[in-house]
């Protein structure tokens, strides 16, 4: 996971609040969690809010 405005790493206390974030993913009706599905970065509400964007190693 990094900052999506500078490419770093988020740390773990942003993580810790990204996660606590993930609570308004599941008002109303899990809906945040569907945002990846039309979003062009694949960011969840959480994500959005967070400004991060999930990234992978491989």
């Known amino acids: 996971m ?3 405005n500078t490419g ?3 740390g ?3 993580s810790v609040v990204r996660q606590v ?3 308004v993913d599941a ?3 899990f809906a945040g969690y569907l945002f ?3 979003d ?3 960011q969840t509400l959480a994500d ?3 400004s991060t964007v999930c990234v992978s190693t491989r």
């Open 12 to 14: 773990f206390g942003r």
């Open 2 to 4: 990094i900052d999506e």
């Open 48 to 50: 959005k809010i967070m």
């Open 27 to 29: 008002i109303p009706v």
């Open 21 to 23: 974030a993930h609570l």
């Open 40 to 42: 062009d970065k694949r």
């Open 36 to 38: 990846p599905l039309w």
């Open 8 to 10: 770093e790493p988020v």
